[in-house]
């Protein structure tokens, strides 16, 4: 036998249930006065540099109904490519942006929303420049293990086109499933869980 | 052992063995939420390392204090007082400092606060059910609750989750993202519930399970649980090449 490596073990995920909202979003649920505001829901004020934009859609079920009990996650870099992180060592990050935000899935509608603002491109681990995206975590009922992926900008075909993690998605009719359709200043971006449409989920 | 300077080392693949799939039948809901194609695997980028920072200023007083965070003056939650404490590390033993903690659960009863909840148990009027805290430099956190009660749900026709608290877990990068259950040493209900089951190793199932932990109570006050939570560990960059050309 062989020295141990010591290693541990990433505790186990479960799925974050029907009541994700009263600890994630209180106030979305009417639990007034524990947090000053919901953590998230808003990610942009008048300082911060950008382009606005609006990011709605759907996350939709393998029976093509949406889910009106999700929550979504984005996290994103800023106008001029930076992460507003510790392991952001190239810059510093647009101090008037998280990029981070938090939203439900409306109880009725099913849509969620974001405002937020165009993120820079960020350079690949070889120094090439990914496409602009902002990286999606979503988590609901039924879900065991939250679901990561990314959104891509339907206006950047150039960039989308030399993207590296475009670039490794093997059936290339895949690839839209992670492309959003821009509208003036709205991006709609909606998500398959399953089916012919099933979106592009990582493993990252 | 606290992470103090920045890393930038990609995370370790996750071990998928370890977690429930995706799909699991006796988890209903499972059913049409789950993915069927494979996911896509990949190093992590700068968009995965990196991570939302959180500061404790965010944090009000009683943000730790699920027995008075939403009481009314003077008035306190019903329930078995109970301190949760424990440390967050990564895979490699770690402690992962500014962790934004985020925590949910029933009342003393069984009962959610919430519209979409029908179970006859009563509200608690002083128990919102709600918390967060922000770890320590070396990982470490704590907060005072009540002990959450079993409650019924629909799934099979007499399904019941066993007593636990839902944890939402950040660390420093986004691919470490995890929701998680803490459930509570000796309940026998823990074995039966199909949500549990969803796990299909039993040692990951009982790193889900905190331990009671008489040293740290507060005598004539509550009673501890121990739970720790491990996140992805990361590659050092030390050695790590820069790959060439494309
Ligand atoms: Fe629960």
């Known amino acids: ?204 | 052992m606290s992470n103090k300077k920045p890393e930038t080392g990609a995370f370790w693949a996750r071990d998928h063995t370890r977690h429930p799939p995706a799909l699991t039948p006796t988890y209903k809901t499972s059913v049409l939420r789950s993915p069927q194609k494979a996911l896509l695997s990949l190093d992590g980028t700068l968009s995965e390392i990196t991570g939302p920072v959180f500061n404790p200023s965010i944090l009000g007083e009683l943000d730790n204090d699920l027995i008075h965070n939403y009481a009314a003056p003077g008035e306190s939650a019903i329930g078995e007082r109970i301190i949760v404490h424990g440390r967050v590390v990564d895979e490699r033993g770690k402690g992962v400092s500014g962790a934004l903690l985020e925590f949910w659960q029933a009342n003393a009863g069984g009962r959610y606060r919430h519209k979409k909840e029908t179970y006859l148990a009563a509200i608690d009027p002083n128990f919102g059910g709600c918390g967060r805290t922000i770890t320590d430099e070396d990982g470490y956190y704590r907060f005072r609750t009540v002990r959450p009660g079993a409650y019924p749900w629909p799934n099979g026709v007499n399904d019941w989750r066993p007593a636990h608290i839902h944890f939402s877990v950040f660390g420093h990068g986004f691919s470490q993202r995890l929701i998680t259950q803490m459930y509570f040493d000796g309940d026998p209900m823990i074995w039966s519930c199909p949500i549990v089951k969803t796990i299909p190793d039993k040692a990951a199932i009982e790193q889900l399970i905190a331990a009671l932990d008489m040293n740290n109570t507060i005598p004539m006050d509550a009673r501890a649980y121990k739970f720790d939570i491990v996140l992805r560990g990361r590659r050092s960059t030390l050695f790590e090449n820069r790959l060439e050309g494309n």
């Not at chain 1, 938090?102 to 099913?110: F, L, V």
């Not at chain 1, 405002?115 to 879900?143: C, N, Q």
């Open chain 1, 1 to 204: 036998m062989a020295q141990s490596l010591g290693i541990l073990k990433e505790s186990a995920s479960q799925t974050a249930g029907p009541y994700v909202h009263i600890g994630l979003l209180p106030n979305f649920v009417d639990i007034k006065g524990v947090y000053e505001s919901d953590l998230g829901s808003a990610m942009v004020n008048e300082q911060t540099k950008g382009e606005r934009i609006t990011i709605c859609g759907k996350v939709f079920d393998g029976a093509g109904a949406p889910l009106r009990d999700a929550l979504i996650e984005i996290w994103q870099a800023d106008s001029q490519g930076f992460y507003n992180s510790h392991s952001e060592l190239r810059g510093t990050a647009d101090p008037n942006f998280t990029g981070w935000g938090r939203q439900p899935t409306h109880m009725e509608s099913g849509e969620f929303r974001f405002e937020t603002i165009k993120p820079g491109r960020v350079p690949y681990k070889d120094g090439r420049l990914m496409a602009p995206h902002i990286s999606f975590w979503i988590v609901a009922r039924g879900i065991n293990i939250g679901l990561h992926t990314r959104m891509y900008f339907g206006d950047e075909e150039q960039a989308n086109s030399e993207d590296p993690l475009l670039a490794r998605i093997e059936h290339r009719v895949r690839v839209s499933t992670l492309i959003a359709s821009r509208e003036g200043n709205n991006y709609g971006f909606d998500i398959y869980l399953q089916g012919d449409r099933e979106t592009v989920f990582l493993d990252i």
